[in-house]
T-cell receptor, first 115, second 110 residues
Framework: ETGVTQTPRHLVMGMTNKKSLKCEQH?????MYWYKQSAKKPLELMFV???????ENNSVPSRFSPECPNSSHLFLHLHTLQPEDSALYLC??????????????FGDGTRLSIL | DAKTTQPNSMESNEEEPVHLPCNHS???????IHWYRQLPSQGPEYVIH???SNVNNRMASLAIAEDRKSSTLILHRATLRDAAVYYC???????????FGKGTKLTVNP
């Protein structure tokens, strides 16, 4: 399924670099999400956007800065990351939020490695 | 968030049915029960969800116990492509938040 596309698929960066992860959904959904999946840890929800407004931030450090310019695109801006931030970053979307009964559609993630 | 218990791993043979159990004894009356799976090197994939009644779709069936404290995901004929980690996730009524646990790693033998 190509409904949610993430780029790049792999990213290696130094701790002082600035980079951005991109997510695009072609499903006409109104809600978008960022998740983090570290090695041997469950997926963790980072941010939730609904109609381009951030509605949830799960105590994520400020070195991660999300942006949602429109309902189809979601970015995660990265700066001054730490080695423990190395993980798989997943984007997801759903038709709306707040109902508990709507499936989320995930992209295949960006594998981030911090040197 | 409702706590879930799933076996760490299960094995099946190709073309045989698979029953993946999940206990969610602290689930509330308005929590939906979602199942997702994650294949290697891919993002999670939605499988099915339900509230009280059993549910069927093209991928699987979901059997929910009458007291809703447990559910079973049924793959009617396992294929090699079904080898994945399967997550059972109750969602709080009115919330889209998915809290992933460790899931069950399903191995399908040819």
């Amino acid at each position: 399924e190509t409904g949610v596309t993430q780029t790049p698929r792999h990213l290696v960066m130094g701790m002082t670099n600035k980079k951005s992860l991109k997510c695009e959904q072609h499903l006409g959904h109104n809600a978008m999400y960022w998740y983090k999946q570290s090695a041997k840890k469950p997926l963790e929800l980072m941010f939730v956007y609904s109609l381009e407004e951030r509605v949830e931030n799960n105590s994520v450090p400020s070195r991660f800065s999300p942006e949602c310019p429109n309902s189809s695109h979601l970015f995660l801006h990265l700066h001054t990351l730490q080695p423990e931030d190395s993980a798989l970053y997943l984007c997801a979307s759903s038709q709306d939020r707040g109902y508990g009964n709507q499936p989320q559609h995930f992209g295949d993630g960006t594998r981030l490695s911090i040197l | 968030d409702a706590k879930t218990t799933q076996p760490n791993s299960m094995e099946s043979n190709e073309e045989e049915p698979v029953h993946l159990p999940c206990n969610h004894s602290t689930i509330s009356g308005t929590d939906y029960i979602h199942w997702y799976r994650q294949l290697p090197s891919q993002g999670p994939e939605y499988v099915i969800h339900g509230l009280t009644s059993n549910v069927n779709n093209r991928m699987a069936s979901l059997a929910i116990a009458e007291d809703r404290k447990s559910s079973t995901l049924i793959l009617h004929r396992a294929t090699l492509r079904d080898a994945a980690v399967y997550y059972c996730i109750p969602t709080q009524g009115g919330s889209e938040k998915l809290v992933f646990g460790k899931g069950t790693k399903l191995t399908v033998n040819p």
